[in-house]
């Protein structure tokens, strides 16, 4: 079945260090790929996705590149804030499979120091 | 505010014991979907509906049962609770076809 692994967390930075959280996933099919934010005390707020091999994703500075030929989606922003702690989760969706299910991996905590 | 609403946010009670979880789509959202996150099973997915009936199954327990009714709000209800079953309880919802859901905030559930 579908599945999606992520970097094991959590992960520390300081403020305006560069940031990657590495996601791969396993689908049958041709999955689209979500990266989801989860702050303190709050659900799960959509941060970007990609339906589509090669499709970047992009939102508040954060970029993931879907890359069929490697199975990954990874996160990246090139200067992380204190604000962005949080939990980041990288799923995905295979309709043709699944329907409209959303599979997630384990989650990432991110720490940001300032 | 994302739209969703999930109530109670905190819930407290006894093994053995039965609760009510209730969620309110955002408005035009026919799919409502519930999700379990533990700290050692991650987010699970539980059950799907849409516009009142049965769309998906997932690692739902047979201890558990959700309905969707005709105002399109959603009930999960979790009996004979175990201490295992304490856990934060997510519902989404998304439009039919749609990309990525939008989730409530969560009902945080502790079997005591």
């Known amino acids: 079945g579908d599945s999606v692994t992520q970097m094991e967390g959590p992960v520390t930075l300081s403020e305006e260090a560069f940031l990657t959280i590495n996601c791969t996933y396993t689908?049958?099919?041709?999955?689209?790929l979500f990266w989801y934010v989860q702050y303190p005390g709050e659900g799960l707020q959509l941060l970007l996705k990609?339906?589509?091999?090669?499709d970047k994703g992009s939102n508040k500075g954060f970029e993931a590149t879907y890359r069929k030929e490697t199975t990954s989606f990874h996160l990246e922003k090139g200067s992380v804030q204190v604000s962005d702690s949080a939990v980041y989760f990288c799923?995905?969706?295979?309709?043709?499979?699944?329907?409209?299910?959303?599979?997630f991996g384990e989650g990432t905590q991110l720490t940001v120091n300032p | 505010d994302s739209g969703v609403t999930q109530t109670p946010k905190h819930l407290i009670t006894a093994t053995g014991q039965r609760v009510t979880l209730r969620c309110s789509p955002r408005?035009?959202?026919?799919?409502v979907y519930w999700y379990q996150q533990s700290l050692d099973q991650g987010l699970q997915f539980l059950i799907q509906?849409?516009?009142?009936?049965?769309?998906a199954k997932g690692n739902i327990l047979e201890r558990f049962s959700a309905q969707q009714f005709p105002d399109l709000h959603s009930e999960l209800n979790l009996s004979s609770l175990e201490l295992g079953d304490s856990a934060l309880y997510f519902c989404?919802?998304?439009?039919?076809?749609?990309?990525?859901?939008?989730f409530g905030s969560g009902t945080r559930l502790t079997v005591v």
């Open positions: 989404a919802s998304s439009v039919e076809g749609g990309y990525g859901y939008t």
């Open positions: 689908a049958t099919g041709y999955p689209s």
């Open positions: 990609a339906t589509k091999a090669d």
């Open positions: 799923a995905l969706m295979e309709r043709e499979t699944s329907g409209s299910r959303l599979t």
């Open positions: 408005s035009g959202d026919l799919s």
């Open positions: 509906y849409y516009n009142g009936e049965e769309r």
